[in-house]
């Protein structure tokens, strides 16, 4: 099922990431970007099997700067996982999926 991962915008990662009540994943992302062009049908096989436990987000941080440089995003792909609104862990860099659902299964 595909459009499973949200959507993000500056004025929208408040309220979906910082108070979620379930582990959120945020994939900063481009679409220039190849590494994250990779990752994208990694996250959304991710997010319908997870769905529930964890969220799924990518955030394009050319079209929303300020929340990548609230966090310090400097590289892409970088993947941070929030719990209860802080950061938890910091991903920098494409993983194949068994690394990256090892990543989400340590936090759900």
């Known amino acids: 099922m595909a459009g499973e991962v949200i ?5 929208a990662f408040p309220p979906e990431v910082l108070e979620s009540r379930e582990p959120v994943l945020v994939d ?3 679409p220039w970007c190849p590494p994250c ?3 994208g049908p990694i996250l959304e096989a991710l997010a319908v099997e997870y ?7 990518k955030l394009d941080v050319d079209a929303h700067p300020a929340t990548a440089s609230q966090y310090g995003v ?5 993947l941070l996982i929030f719990k ?4 938890v862990r910091q991903i920098v860099g494409a ?4 690394k990256l659902e090892q990543e989400v ?4």
Not at 7 to 11: V, Y
Not at 105 to 108: D, G, M, N, R, T
């Open 51 to 57: 769905r529930g436990r964890m969220k799924m987000a």
């Open 105 to 108: 299964l340590a936090h759900v």
């Open 84 to 87: 209860e609104g802080k950061v």
């Open 37 to 39: 062009r990779f990752i």
């Open 7 to 11: 959507e993000l915008s500056d004025a």
């Open 95 to 98: 993983l194949p999926r068994a």
């Open 74 to 78: 400097r590289a892409l792909p970088t």
């Open 28 to 30: 900063f992302t481009a």
